[in-house]
Nanobody, 117 residues
Framework: QVQLVESGGGLVQAGGSLRLSCAAS????????MAWYRQAPGKQRVLVAR????????NYADSMKGRCTISRDNAKNTVYLQMNSLKPEDTAVYYC??????????WGQGTQVTVSS
């Protein structure tokens, strides 16, 4: 089992920045990739960014390309999401996700990001 704990959400004005953190614990050796998803009210949960824990390759949703960076600190079993130039439409609950062996997915409890106009 893998446990994920997010932090760093909050209220920010449009154009501002936030850095989200996700600390993993438990069977971290089984994690192959970690990601951030977000879910706005009344909408589906969608991928924001993903990073492979091995080679460190990344991919981003088109809506966030150029405005966010996902990174990892393997020594701390922590993944970060730096978000810049935030827009009101980025308002959502952001969830940390980990993909383990055999495609097993783990989720954090979510952290609220609110961007005011």
């Amino acid at each position: 089992q893998v446990q994920l704990v997010e932090s760093g959400g909050g209220l920010v004005q449009a154009g501002g920045s936030l850095r989200l953190s996700c600390a993993a614990s438990g069977s971290v050796f089984s994690i192959n990739a970690m990601a951030w998803y977000r879910q706005a009210p009344g909408k589906q949960r969608v991928l924001v960014a993903r990073i492979n824990t091995g080679g460190g390759s990344t991919n981003y949703a088109d809506s966030m390309k150029g405005r966010c960076t996902i990174s990892r600190d393997n020594a701390k079993n922590t993944v970060y999401l730096q978000m810049n130039s935030l827009k009101p439409e980025d308002t959502a609950v952001y969830y940390c996700n980990a993909i383990g062996n055999y495609g097993v997915m783990y989720w954090g409890q979510g952290t609220q990001v609110t961007v005011s106009s």
